[in-house]
Every structure is written in C-alpha cells, then in structure tokens.
C-alpha cells in the first residue's frame, strides 16, 4: 500500500531554517508529481510549493525565494527546505502525491488534484 511519511518539523526561532522529509513507500514515486501543503489551526489547507515528474518546480507566493522543494528519485524521498522563517509558516505540513505528471501553477495549488497524503508535520515558529 502506497504511504508517505513526513518528517523533520519541529521548533525553530523565527529567521531560522528546518527541512522536511517525505518518504514515499508501497510504490515508486518517480513517475508522480510531489507537493507540499500546509495547514494552520482555524484555517484552511494551503499549496506551498510542488515539483513536478520533470523537476519542474512552483511555488506560492508567500514562500517563493525562501522555501525551496526537492526529489531524491533513488531514495523516492521529497523535501522542503525552509529559511527565513516567520511565525506565519506556523503550520501541520503535509507532503502529498499526485499521479498527473503535469499541471499548471493554477491546478497545482488544488489539494483535490492530489492522490496520496502523508499525516502531516508540525512546524513551530517562536518569534
């Protein structure tokens, strides 16, 4: 059975860096297009960045230039580098599978286009 297992959140001061994981298991995921969510208590799922099949990236815009998304295909691993953090990245971050190789930024954003989810990462920003 497919599963993705998030890892590497945690408590980091605001300006500081964390970097997720998430390990993709029960198949390979290289033909798949990962993404990253995220969801903050009282507000709805947001897209924070995805990376397509071809290593094609997007980002939103309120994390474009700090955060940056990445493949291990060997390791079928995703992660999510994240600097500058503010308190407003306070979130559960989600890592998320979609078997549509490409998309647009628009469709991309839409956790309904989404096949696979993790069970989420706990980020916290102390300011």
């Known amino acids: 059975q497919a599963q993705l297992v998030e890892s590497g959140g945690g408590l980091v001061q605001a300006g500081g860096s964390l970097r997720l994981s998430c390990a993709a298991s029960?198949?390979?995921?290289?033909?798949?297009?990962m993404g990253w969510f995220r969801q903050a208590p009282g507000k709805e799922r947001e897209f924070v960045a995805r990376?397509?099949?071809?290593?094609?990236?997007y980002y939103s815009d309120s994390v474009k230039g700090r955060f940056t998304i990445s493949r291990d295909y060997a390791k079928n691993t995703v992660y999510l580098e994240m600097n500058k953090l503010k308190s407003d990245d306070a979130a559960v971050y989600y890592c998320?599978?979609?078997?549509?190789?490409?998309?647009?930024?628009?469709?991309?954003?839409?956790?309904?286009?989404?096949?696979?989810w993790g069970q989420g990462t706990q980020v916290t920003v102390s300011s």
């Open positions: 990376i397509n099949w071809n290593s094609v990236t």
């Open positions: 998320a599978a979609d078997r549509s190789p490409l998309r647009s930024l628009s469709s991309s954003m839409s956790s309904a286009n989404y096949d696979y």
């Open positions: 029960g198949r390979t995921f290289s033909s798949y297009s």
